[in-house]
């Protein structure tokens, strides 16, 4: 991502701190930066080991807490991936994954269709609902080209 890029994030997310009441200080500044640098829905140990670079002294704890709260006021999503350790989305746009269930990867993308999905009566009735994604499962291009052909990828079409 471009510097412009990421000041433009970090207004973003200057402007959500104080929404929130959040302080702003250099170390929430350098995790989230961070983050934003990392894309493609890093982990707690991604983020740590990237924010470590330039703040030797910060712990892991430290850095899973703030990510923590981050993603309680909105300003990141926590992604489940099926298997292995959270992950966290820091783009703040519409957008909807697809899981790969062989190696793990998150693949965002985008599809009208999906965003103007409506939602059933009785969940907007009774909950207040905040975001809303689609999720794909199945296997990426690269494992599935691994796949021998004797196995077929068992695509699901909807
Ligand atoms: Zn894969
Ligand atoms: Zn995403």
Redesign the pocket.
């Known amino acids: 991502m471009q510097q412009n890029g990421i000041n433009n994030c970090l207004d973003g997310f200057i402007e959500h701190c104080k929404k929130h009441r959040l302080k702003i200080t250099p170390q929430r500044c350098a995790i989230y930066r961070e983050m934003i640098k990392l894309r493609h829905?890093p982990t707690i140990e991604e983020i740590f080991q990237a924010v470590s670079r330039e703040l030797t002294n910060i712990s892991y704890d430290t850095v899973n807490r703030t990510v923590g709260m981050f993603a309680r006021i909105g300003l990141i999503d926590v992604?489940k991936a099926q298997s292995g350790p959270r992950r966290f989305?820091t783009?703040p746009r519409l957008?909807h994954?697809f899981y790969c269930l062989n190696c793990g990867t998150?693949i965002?993308f985008d599809f009208e269709d999906y965003d103007n999905l409506s939602l059933p009566e009785d969940m907007k009735k009774n909950h207040s609902i905040l975001s809303k994604r689609v999720v794909l499962n199945g296997l990426c291009k690269n494992c599935r080209e691994k796949k021998s052909p004797s196995s077929p990828p068992g695509d699901l079409n909807i």
């Open positions: 829905h992604v989305d783009d957008h994954h998150i965002d």
